[in-house]
């Protein structure tokens, strides 16, 4: 078995393997209903788990994949457009912080997050 080299929309590719998976459980679900034999629901439940693993492997792998962006609806050809105006125009009195000033504030945030502060830290 080795990777794919086939150039596959991943969208598409989520939906085929997800009849796939749908098939597959129902066919170890008759078999689950239908089967007297404990040794023939016992390989049902076992398929039905490796198609749950398979699932969730496929969920992570669409996740990697980069979503499809959405036309703006605002750039319909009925909508002039405006020019960009700078930020010194818009009234925006914030100014930049330095990028120095920006990572010591992000350090800072992130040992908060792993030391917890009394929550549960998400790292």
Known sequence: MGMSTQTQDPRQWCDDLQTKLMAAMDAAWRVAETSKDPAEVAKALARAK????????????????PSP?????????????RPALPRAELGDT??????????????????????????????
């Open 94 to 123: 914030e100014p930049e912080l330095a990028p120095t000033t920006q990572a010591a504030i992000a350090r800072t945030a992130l040992e908060r997050l792993k030391a917890g502060g009394g929550r549960r830290g998400r790292l």
């Open 69 to 81: 962006r959405r036309a703006d609806p605002r750039s319909d050809a009925e909508t002039p457009r």
């Open 50 to 65: 490796l198609c749950g693993q398979f699932a969730a492997s496929a969920r992570k792998i669409a996740a990697m994949a």
